[in-house]
């Protein structure tokens, strides 16, 4: 392929030194690019062509500078205190010198001060070795002999920890002996040879020079992820197949051919792979000769020619052979631990795991038989994390509220009135600076509530009462004398009964006025008339008069005297003519009520009037005054004279508010304008309203500022990675970091807006690949022998790399860290000894088919190497071998029952019928489904363990069937269907007239809620209403009674018509249906009347009757009176009874109120919404007894039941919302054929409300995991010790190592491997790490030499896991049996190679070691109960026997002591055996500390240095008791005093 581009770059950088100055680095950007600089893939550019991106450069420093070595590595200090996690405590150095500009100076030409030389640290304590229980003893062979017994080593020492004692010890054999005469010698046996030949160990492998390719291709192998199933070359080689006709090359015979006819072997060395990648030599393997001594010794020890031993040897072990040198993995120190998840308590209880991950890098691979390259990475979860809140690391901050809005999910609305839900936003942010970071780091922590109620106020317009009655019409001006002749005004007012709320419409005019006429200042306010006072009080009828009372008032009411209304009005009409009726005369009934007003109010040309009537009830007699006229039985006046409107202030709608100068928001003024006008609105003159009392023209108003937008701070920048997913495989893009943070508040009203919530900016490295990474494997080299090797084994290497996308060389860390193996970079390959052939070493054999019919074979190859391909006598080497496959048929069958219907991420459908692991849409242009968007419904997947079977019932791996061991097959979850409802309808009309009511309104259902939609909200709401208990039964005036007779008097009958009126708010009385009148108190509308006969006695009608007492009480009556209007001629005792009396009838004439209290009704919300805050009531009303409402003033008022109305809710429909579903948890999925079940959870963040959507019924799901059969490693037994032609000394054995299914049979190696994680090791680790070596070095003894046992088996996988330690070691260990003779050895007594090795592991379980009591004695443990030495430093020992002494403890190095602040007492016949604990009693010196360390007890004997020591002291303190007491002593002459003297002087020092 044509390279179309070229390699070009930028100017180079500034030189960047750590120190400043000196010597330091320059980095310039180098990318492959076409002729205009636009970039190309890195393939179309010649890769040794690439410039240089980075160089060496130099900068002056003008002032010495320290130059820093880097730190020693952390040295233990001796006493190896250990902290509270088991850490040890040491010292790191470092070299610090002096350099001017380069070149060393002294330290006073530095004058900045030095940095410092030593540090502490802490790093893992040295490990001890720890041995593991003594063997039997070895029989007896002889009674002269010794025997032993061996130990082995469990865990291996390292650097500074204690070594191994020995591992085997021995002892005389006494009582096992042979009996005598009896020899170990058979007779018969065949005489062995008297010579040996000694194979020594082969030594390390050394290059002599670098392999040449011959197939200097430039293009990379990228390897994929295979495994080379290949053995183990370390320090051993493979015998040569003698079939095959190969010999060794090193024999010390002569070879069949000369080094002329090898072509193959006389290339030079050559620097082909250098010089094409421009990649230095010490990459690529080298291949190199390894060399072993060969000997020939005698029986007796003694060492002979080597000639010797070759004669007549038919196979002769090899002196030298190829090898590849080896060179270990380089990797770094283990970076210090570094918590990945903060370990905290969540306010619920939980215990949130710490958990911690610390890393390692690697520059350079493995080579030949190196160290492989360990686990680059561990992770460790703490098991006692601190309890420390989550939210001390990490906080949720909210956002401001959003609108309010009717529903949260589906359909949101905003509210304009009434109630509502508002949700925010929460952003998870670093409590110590609030830098915004990545939700998850807070799903511990208790977020505040994200969903709130909400009520959006609405506007109140002003509500007014009706108009008062028009006042008197009174004069402008009242207080001149006389008042002016103006026409006169008159006013009236109305009441404020709801306040208008902001935004609301403003109250109209509540005060108004009219002109009238006839104006009065002053007005007589009269009495009703008092009885008829005849003229003559002898006469019993006839003319006279009656009078009433008056009063005077001015025009504002108020009493005013007497004499301004006389000389405004004149004198009151107090004083009026009357007439009673005489025997004879005509008498007229009593007027009716006047009837309603027929017009509310008067107009320039409309008026209204009332009316009423009155009947002729005795005609008159001879000589009686006559009746009036039938036109004056009626009377018609006018009434509602007052006119329909008056004059007002109108106040016009408020103008903008003005700002001050310069000035864009804030306080400032807002005016309107005003006008007279009348009720229809039209413009009136000013002194028209003159008097009124002006609305306001001028408010205070504000303009918002508005509020600014409020962002978090800005994350932390990403890091320089290139994006994801790449833009095109290879091409090389600027890598970029992003940063972000999110709106806390949204401007409004003209704020500032918000800034950009992204940033992004380039690094400041040159442009980066595609972050895959692979390893790239470059071309095999020709088969290279040793320099004096002719033929046999020799070895082909390549340059194994890691790479990223663009082809660019990485270090091999971030390969190590990945998924694939990495690639071999050195293979065996075999040189003929006759012919001048190569041959590659046979490949892994093919894996029969999935299903293979009977007669498929397997098969294996290799391949001519180099110019063997076209050398004819090479042809006849066989090149394939081939095996027959087993024929067997397979069949499916479930594994159990079908998981439920799976949708959402994490589900999907595989090709391959594997496990699905993504989501499923539901495809179509329809619009998706509440829930499916969120992977809650749609079409998804369910799943069922399927079974590979053989046709022989042994358990197959699933391809054989063809499928992955999942059934699967898709299925529906329907989504949510939320019910629809339609619009309320009017409200119904009250059904009660007087008192409480109800009012319903109902809506129709559209849809009904299916699968777990929004459940269906009420669908009739009903509401209290009253009725006003205004209407009552206005009756007419009575007609005529109508005398039956044709008479003039006499009884008869008359009647009126009764309407049943309600006032409306215009004020006139309507008629209304009867219904809305009481029945029961319905006037009558006919009855018996009677006209009285001249000279008859008249009577005036019935009164009303008397009320009944409350409660009926039993014997209650009640009566009414009338009175005589007109007197008979003759006995008044002609004239009916005046007085009528009944008793009280309950429920009839008698009746019980009470107040009636309904049901609530529903909650209505307020204003436009269809949720949130609403009011609820109930009815209550007074009933009269038989449940007739009645006005309330009927019922007692104090005991009216409360609240008649409260507040309720109405729920706004907030969904269930749950977070995204875990990735599948495989944890507890096994192999065989149960294969179990892997779990994914989802956890509620937002509950539902009442109506909202429910929660789904499931929170946690499972799946079936793929039924795979159980795969494991077969060890087959070590054969015996290969010497290739040796008598003794060192060789190898052998093994097979394969990878078994559950039949017994050979499988694939992955499948094997696939049970543990193999990403990133070379096969020589894996071999090592998890027992798969197939050969191992072995050791033959010749007669005198050291003999040694075999190797014990590999010990437990020691590891650290307290402290998260994953990675671990081995240790197996060999003991010396016999030391050897040195006899004829030439000093030569030493035990070859080591007496225990270590290897790593990957797993195995965690041993602890602990000081135990066994058989009364302490012993050390392991945790599984075997008994070890060593491995127990620094644990606590027991005491023995426990400590029993009251106030004592154990110490930790087990003894017993007393506790602080007490004394110990000691034994005298036991040595330091405690035996009580004392007070201290104030001692001024100190008293020992608890032993918890001290080293002046020992744990066995007392040094005899400390008997001295006490013997001593106690001479001394009896010497000093001894002379205090001779120096006190008086003598006995003076001593004799009296007893009584001395009480006497023992009295006087007593105190009182």
């Not at 690391?393 to 109630?419: H, I, K, L």
């Not at 080497?877 to 069949?891: A, G, K």
Request: charged share 20%.
């Amino acid at each position: 392929m044509a390279r179309s581009g070229k390699y070009g770059g930028r100017s180079w950088g500034v030189c960047w030194s750590e120190r400043g100055c000196g010597l330091g680095t320059e980095e310039r950007n180098v990318w492959c690019g076409d002729a205009q600089g636009r970039p190309l893939p890195p393939t179309l550019c010649r890769h040794h062509d690439r410039p240089p991106n980075s160089r060496t450069c130099y900068s002056t420093c003008t002032d010495g500078s320290w130059l820093v070595d880097s730190w020693s590595p952390c040295q233990v200090s001796d006493d190896r205190s250990r902290d509270v996690d088991g850490l040890c405590h040491g010292r790191r150095t470092r070299n610090i010198t002096c350099e001017v500009q380069g070149a060393p100076a002294t330290q006073d030409q530095c004058t900045s001060p030095p940095p410092s030389r030593e540090v502490s640290c802490i790093t893992a304590c040295p490990q001890d070795c720890v041995l593991g229980p003594w063997g039997n003893w070895v029989p007896c062979v002889s009674c002269d002999a010794s025997q032993r017994r061996t130990r082995t080593v469990l865990v291996a020492p390292t650097p500074g920890g204690l070594p191994c004692p020995p591992l085997s010890e021995s002892r005389p054999c006494i009582a096992e002996c042979l009996p005598s005469g009896v020899s170990p010698a058979l007779s018969g046996e065949k005489a062995e040879p008297l010579v040996r030949l000694r194979v020594g160990e082969w030594g390390p492998c050394q290059t002599t020079f670098t392999p040449d390719h011959v197939e200097p291709e430039d293009t990379a192998n990228i390897e994929e992820n295979s495994i080379f199933f290949t053995s183990d070359h370390d320090s051993t080689l493979a015998e040569i197949d003698d079939d095959e006709g190969l010999e060794k090359s090193n024999s010390i015979e002569e070879l069949p051919y000369t080094r002329s006819e090898r072509a193959w072997s006389e290339q030079q060395p050559t620097h082909v792979e250098e010089k094409l990648t421009g990649r230095p030599e010490k990459d690529l393997p080298k291949v190199g000769r390894q060399e072993r001594e060969l000997t020939c010794v005698h029986t007796n020890g003694t060492r002979l020619p080597l000639s010797v031993c070759l004669t007549g040897r038919g196979q002769v072990a090899e002196r030298v052979r190829t090898c590849v040198v080896s060179r270990d993995c380089v990797v770094t120190q283990w970076s210090s631990w570094s918590t990945v998840v903060p370990g905290c308590v969540a306010p619920s209880g939980l215990v949130v795991r710490e958990v911690r991950e610390r890393r390692r890098t690697s520059s350079a691979l493995q080579h030949g038989g190196g160290v492989p390259c360990p686990h680059l990475l561990e992770q460790h979860t703490l098991p006692d994390p601190s309890l420390q809140p989550c939210d001390t690391r990490y906080q949720w901050v909210s956002s401001a509220w959003g609108s309010c809005v009717a529903s949260v999910g589906q359909e949101e609305a905003t509210v304009q009135c009434g109630g509502g839900v508002q949700t925010r936003q929460l952003t998870c942010v670093r409590a110590s600076d609030h830098v915004p970071v990545h939700d998850d780091l807070c799903i511990h922590v208790e977020p505040p509530p994200r969903v709130q109620r909400c009520e959006v106020g609405c506007e109140r317009d002003c509500v007014v009462g009706p108009w008062s009655a028009w006042g008197v019409c009174t004069p402008t001006d009242c207080t001149a004398s006389p008042p002016p002749a103006t026409p006169g005004f008159r006013r009236r007012r109305r009441q404020v009964m709801v306040t208008p709320s902001v935004g609301g419409s403003e109250c109209p005019p509540l005060e108004e006025q009219s002109e009238c006429h006839e104006a009065q200042c002053h007005q007589w306010v009269l009495g009703g008339w008092s009885p008829c006072v005849l003229t003559s009080p002898s006469h019993s009828c006839g003319p006279g008069h009656h009078t009433r009372n008056a009063s005077c008032i001015d025009s504002a009411g108020a009493p005013a005297p007497w004499e301004e209304c006389e000389q405004e009005l004149g004198v009151a009409p107090q004083k009026q003519e009357c007439h009673v009726p005489c025997s004879f005369d005509c008498v007229v009934g009593e007027w009716s009520r006047w009837s309603p007003c027929t017009r509310p109010c008067a107009s320039q040309l409309h008026v209204g009037y009332t009316e009423r009537n009155t009947t002729i009830v005795a005609p008159p007699g001879p000589g009686g005054l006559t009746c009036p006229p039938p036109d004056e039985l009626t009377q018609v006046k006018t009434c509602r004279v007052e006119p329909c409107g008056g004059a007002a202030w109108v106040a016009g709608p408020w103008g903008e508010c003005a700002l001050p100068a310069r000035a864009a928001c804030g306080p400032g003024r807002q005016t309107r304008q005003l006008n007279c006008r009348d009720h229809h609105n039209n413009t009136l003159a000013t002194y028209k309203c003159g008097g009124l009392s002006r609305p306001e023209l001028e408010r205070q108003c504000e303009v918002s500022c508005g509020t600014a937008c409020t962002v978090t701070s800005w994350s932390e920048w990403s890091p320089c990675l290139a994006p994801d997913p790449c833009p095109m495989d290879g091409v090389l893009v600027s890598s970029a970091q992003r940063r972000w943070r999110r709106v806390l508040v949204e401007p409004s009203e003209g704020g500032d807006a918000c800034p950009g919530l992204e940033e992004e900016r380039g690094c400041a490295h040159a442009p980066v690949a595609c972050t895959s990474h692979l390893w790239r494997s470059g071309p095999w080299s020709s088969c290279t022998l040793a320099d004096d090797v002719e033929c046999g084994i020799g070895f082909r290497v390549r340059r194994v790399e890691c790479v990223d996308a663009g082809g660019a060389v990485v270090e091999p860390t971030h390969c190590l860290l990945g998924d694939h193996i990495v690639p071999e970079s050195s293979v065996e390959c075999q040189v003929s000894c006759r012919e001048a052939c190569v041959t590659s070493t046979w490949s892994a054999w093919t894996v029969c088919p999935t299903h293979p019919p009977c007669g498929h074979t397997s098969s294996r190859t290799r391949q001519l190497l180099d110019s063997s391909t076209t050398n004819p006598r090479c042809h006849n080497i066989s090149l394939r071998e081939s095996e027959v496959c087993p024929c067997h048929n397979f069949y499916s069958t479930p594994a159990g029952s079908w998981s439920s219907c799976l949708v959402g991420v994490g589900v999907e459908h595989e090709q391959s019928g594997g496990v699905g692991v993504g989501g499923v849409g539901v495809s179509g242009g329809a619009s998706a489904a509440p829930g499916e968007e969120a992977g809650l419904c749609g079409v998804g997947r369910r799943y069922r363990a399927l079974l590979c079977t053989r046709d022989d019932g042994v358990l197959a791996h699933p391809r054989s069937c063809g499928h992955g061991g999942v059934e699967e097959e898709p299925c529906m979850v329907e989504c949510p269907s939320d019910c629809r409802v339609g619009p309320w309808g009017t409200w119904s009309s009250c059904n009660a007239s007087c008192g409480a009511g109800l009012q319903h309104r109902t809506r129709e259902i559209l849809e009904p809620s299916l699968w777990g939609g929004r459940p269906c909200p009420e669908t009739t709401q009903g509401r209290a209403c009253w009725g006003s208990c205004l209407a009552e039964w206005v009756p007419g005036g009575w007609s005529e009674c109508h005398i039956t007779a044709k008479k003039d008097c006499g009884s008869g009958t008359q009647t009126r018509n009764v309407r049943c009126l309600r006032e409306a708010p215009t004020g006139l009385q309507e008629e209304v249906m009867q219904v809305e009148c009481d029945s029961s108190v319905k006037p009558f509308t006919h009855q018996i009347c009677h006209v009285s006969c001249p000279g008859e006695c008249v009577v005036s009608m019935w009164s009303s009757w008397s009320p009944c007492p409350q409660d009926c009480p039993e014997h209650s009556h009640r009566r009414r009176i009338r009175e005589v209007v007109r007197r008979p001629v003759g006995n008044v005792a002609t004239c009916p009874t005046l007085t009528e009396e009944e008793p009280c009838v309950k429920d009839v004439s008698c009746w019980r109120y009470s107040w009636q209290v309904a049901n609530w009704t529903s909650c209505v919300p307020l204003g436009h919404s269809s949720c949130g805050e609403g009011v609820r009531n109930r009815p209550v009303t007074c009933v009269r007894s038989g449940g007739v409402a009645v006005p309330d003033w009927m019922c007692r008022r104090e005991s009216r039941p409360s609240p008649v109305e409260t507040w309720c809710y109405v729920d706004c429909p907030i969904d269930c919302e749950v977070t995204p579903w875990t990735t599948w948890d495989d944890s507890k999925c096994s192999c065989g054929e149960n294969p179990g079940e892997m779990t994914r959870r989802r956890f509620l963040s937002v509950n539902p409300s009442e109506c909202g959507r429910p929660c789904p019924a499931l929170l946690q799901q499972t799946r079936p995991c793929p039924a795979i059969p159980c795969y494991t490693w077969e060890r087959g037994p070590w054969s015996q010790c290969h010497l290739q032609g040796g008598s003794c000394g060192h060789g190898f054995v052998e093994r097979k190592v394969s990878c078994v299914g559950p039949g017994g049979q050979t499988v694939d190696p992955h499948l094997c491997l696939a049970l543990v994680h193999v990403g990133g090791h070379t096969w020589p680790y894996l071999a090592r790490a998890l027992d798969l070596n197939t050969r191992d070095g072995c050791y033959v003894p010749c007669e005198g030499d050291c003999e040694l046992t075999e190797w014990a088996s590999w010990s437990h996988c020691h590891r650290d896991c307290s402290r998260g330690h994953q990675g671990g070691t081995q240790a197996r260990s060999r003991a010396v049996l016999t030391e050897g003779s040195t006899e004829g050895r030439e000093g030569r007594n030493s035990c070859p190679g080591p007496l225990w090795e270590t290897r790593p592991c990957l797993a195995g379980p965690c041993f602890n070691f602990s000081w135990e009591v066994h058989n009364d004695t302490i012993q050390c443990v392991r945790s599984d109960g075997l008994l070890v030495t060593g491995g127990c430093e620094g644990e606590p020992r027991p005491c023995v026997p426990e400590c029993s002494v009251r106030g004592s403890l154990c110490s930790a190095v087990g003894a017993c002591v007393c506790r602080p602040g007490l004394r110990p007492l000691y034994s005298e016949k036991q040595r330091f055996r405690l035996t009580s604990c004392i007070p201290a009693r104030n001692l001024t010196f100190p008293l020992p500390q608890p032993l918890s360390g001290a080293k002046y007890l020992p744990a066995e004997d007392i040094n005899v240095w400390m008997f001295a020591m006490v013997a001593v002291g106690s001479a001394f303190v009896v010497f000093v008791v001894i002379s205090m007491y001779l120096l006190c002593q008086s003598p006995r002459e003076q001593t004799t005093t009296p007893l009584t003297l001395r009480r006497q002087k023992n009295l006087r020092h007593r105190p009182v």
